[in-house]
């Protein structure tokens, strides 16, 4: 390269010696002002937040973000008292978003750090404070199944909400269900303080399901507010469908499609016609007291009943109907249809069954010309797919 730079050198001095017009004539030229020049200073790093500076009834729905504009954040605390808020950070390092939103009537504090290009940092410390709300304004959500439960097939999450939600669709994209296997499904709202969630078809048996149900500080309208999140997983266990037929007084006892019984019943009589159509295990009992009032029967009706220990009931309506054990009408169950409505069986196969079951296990109806509804209990599987979805607030 030396070589080079000599053999160029010597060329030169075969021209003419004539200064090139605007050269001083300096050995080795001028150096330009712009090479010469110190490189300037990155502009400072600005930090700002979304909340002001000492604000007072901040909306608990509000999600904090901190902006470093010039610069990079090193580090954002928001805090209220000893809780402290996490967030996460954008890829590009110039913004943070807090991971939830605000408690009501408290002080918060923000704490940051950033730099600009030069690696110079500031630091910018604010307070605010949130929006006072009594518990009349806050929303809690219930959910089932329970944490850890083990359901049956046709379990549907249920959420229930102590308050009415009025903006449906906002809370409803902040409440997701996921599953291992994979299994696509929708809400439906049954009511202003109820959405359920069920699959398109029943849950693949030995799924694992997880609920989120993100709504602490969520806007519900008409000046309410989501109280606390929930978040719970639930197990599916074994495919136990149950088809009951009014007409021919038999239950076919079917476990991840196997066949396993065939035991005889009775069904409701004239006057008192068991709805056909899907139900689902709500609840079970292992020894239950039927009173007939409680569904409308008084007492001194010829048809009024009060019996104490009825064994393994187990509710498939909210209007009382059970599966459960009637000795007093075996000699007719497989014959004929004599009960009130309920399910009845010998003691011996309700018992069996009884053990076998659990909450969320399919009872299918066929046979009588009374049909089961959607909110009488678990009924979410009496409607197709595609217009359960019609319920969603999204949909």
């Not at 002001?52 to 990079?72: C, E, F, L, N, Y």
């Not at 009024?304 to 007093?328: C, K, L």
Request: glycine residues 10%; aromatic residues 8%.
């Amino acid at each position: 390269m030396l070589a080079l730079v000599l053999a160029v050198s010597a060329l030169a001095g075969c021209q003419s010696s004539e200064a090139i017009p605007g050269d001083d004539g300096s050995a080795g030229g001028a150096t330009s002002p712009a090479a010469s020049a110190s490189p300037q200073p990155a502009p400072p790093v600005h930090i700002s937040t979304n909340v002001k500076r000492h604000a007072q009834g901040v909306p608990v729905s509000t999600v904090v973000t901190v902006t470093a504009t010039d610069g990079t954040l090193d580090s954002v605390s928001l805090r209220a008292g000893k809780a402290v808020v996490s967030g996460e950070l954008s890829a590009d390092g110039s913004t943070w978003t807090a991971s939830d939103r605000l408690d009501p009537g408290l002080d918060y504090s923000v704490r940051a750090v950033a730099a600009n290009a030069d690696g110079v940092s500031r630091h910018q410390r604010s307070s605010f404070r949130t929006q006072d709300l009594a518990l009349d304004q806050q929303i809690y959500p219930s959910v089932a199944p329970l944490q850890g439960e083990t359901v049956g097939v046709g379990m549907p999450v249920i959420v229930t909400f102590d308050l009415p939600v009025q903006d449906k669709a906002e809370f409803e994209k902040h409440m997701t269900v996921t599953s291992t296997p994979r299994q696509r499904g929708s809400w439906y709202w049954i009511s202003d303080t109820e959405a359920h969630w069920r699959p398109a078809h029943y849950w693949k048996a030995h799924s694992k399901v997880d609920v989120d149900v993100d709504v602490n500080g969520l806007d519900a309208g008409n000046g309410l507010f989501g109280q606390e999140s929930r978040t719970i997983s639930f197990d599916v266990g074994d495919a136990h469908i149950y088809k009951v037929n009014a007409q021919t007084d038999q239950m076919k006892v079917y476990s991840n499609g196997k066949l396993l019984n065939t035991l005889p019943i009775t069904t409701g009589k004239p006057g008192f016609t068991t709805r056909s159509g899907v139900k689902v295990i709500i609840e079970k009992f292992r020894i239950k007291r039927m009173n007939s009032e409680t569904v409308g029967i008084p007492q001194g009706s010829p048809d009024a009943y009060d019996i104490n220990d009825v064994e393994y009931a187990m509710r498939v309506t909210y209007s009382g109907e059970f599966v459960h054990a009637a000795p007093w009408s075996v000699g007719y169950q497989g014959y004929a249809n004599v009960s009130h409505g309920c399910t009845g069986m010998s003691t011996s196969n309700a018992g069996w069954l009884y053990a076998m079951s659990r909450r969320g296990d399919v009872v299918d109806y066929t046979g009588t010309d009374r049909p089961m509804t959607l909110t009488n209990g678990y009924g979410d599987w009496n409607l197709s797919f595609k217009d359960y979805r019609k319920g969603s607030a999204l949909h």
